[in-house]
């Protein structure tokens, strides 16, 4: 993308009727690591590639909790990503305060998606630069949502997002019709397979984290560890493919 005479504010439109710097915040989503997104009736995943700055750096968190029923992942700029994560936190906690309850999934990404779309009209402010995919599970069952720079939203079964991203999405589509009344196991494994593809390096336990809600089941983050024995079974399956190709 070049500079023009129509993308020094946002509230400029070009003669073709486009906003050039939402555009770019929707070009920096795409530019992060890659992060999906799945549910069946009774769970929601999460799974994200991590970046590291560095041999000598850690990865780079992805994976946020909201609140006991949701959580995010996130792609494009994490510092953005952290500023949205803490104000959704806020949101479930006013509600929780007044309502005596969860605030409802929907509800809550609209909620985001209106504050998204204020500073893409106005000049004091730039537009975020990160999108999110949202999982929760509340009274109406199990969501995924997918959030933009833009202020629009989507509901989704499955969803993926951020650099190479198209391998994953593809991966999806191919196998989310099996989601449906999918085990929380197998939902995770087909997660981290679909992100295989959008991987740069080879997935690890290090490289790579998972999150899950459900009937039943609060947020949970699953890293090094504890997610060692999911990277384990797709390991095998791949030699498995491996040793029968040969």
């Not at 920096?28 to 009736?41: E, T, Y």
């Not at 996130?74 to 953005?80: E, F, P, V, W």
């Not at 499955?158 to 939902?187: P, V």
């Not at 089941?217 to 498995?240: C, H, I, R, W």
Request: charged fraction near 30%.
């Amino acid at each position: 993308m070049f500079r023009n005479d129509y993308d020094t504010d946002v509230t400029t439109f070009s003669p073709a009727g486009r906003i050039h710097q939402v555009e770019y915040a929707i070009a920096a989503v795409k530019q992060g690591s890659a992060c999906v997104a799945l549910k069946s009736d009774d769970f929601a995943v999460l799974a994200a590639v991590s970046r590291k700055e560095s041999e000598l750096g850690s990865h780079q968190e992805k994976l946020f909790k909201v609140d006991d029923h949701l959580g995010i992942g996130i792609s494009g700029l994490i510092a953005d990503g952290r500023v949205l994560c803490k104000y959704l936190r806020t949101e479930c906690l006013n509600h929780k305060f007044v309502f005596e309850g969860k605030m409802q999934t929907g509800r809550l990404v609209k909620n985001l998606s209106d504050k998204s779309q204020k500073y893409t009209q106005t000049s004091e402010k730039r537009p975020y630069g990160v999108g999110l995919l949202v999982i929760g599970y509340d009274k109406t069952g199990t969501h995924v949502f997918e959030t933009l720079p833009s202020g629009n939203f989507f509901e989704y079964i499955a969803q993926a997002m951020g650099k190479r991203s198209q391998s994953s999405r593809t991966y999806l589509e191919k196998y989310f019709k099996e989601f449906k009344d999918m085990e929380l196991g197998n939902l995770i494994e087909h997660a981290l397979k679909s992100l295989k593809g959008a991987s740069e390096e080879t997935l690890t336990k290090n490289n790579c984290s998972v999150a899950y809600v459900g009937k039943g089941t609060k947020f949970t983050l699953l890293t090094g560890e504890s997610l060692a024995p999911y990277m384990s079974l797709v390991d095998e399956e791949k030699k498995e493919a491996k040793k029968n190709e040969d």
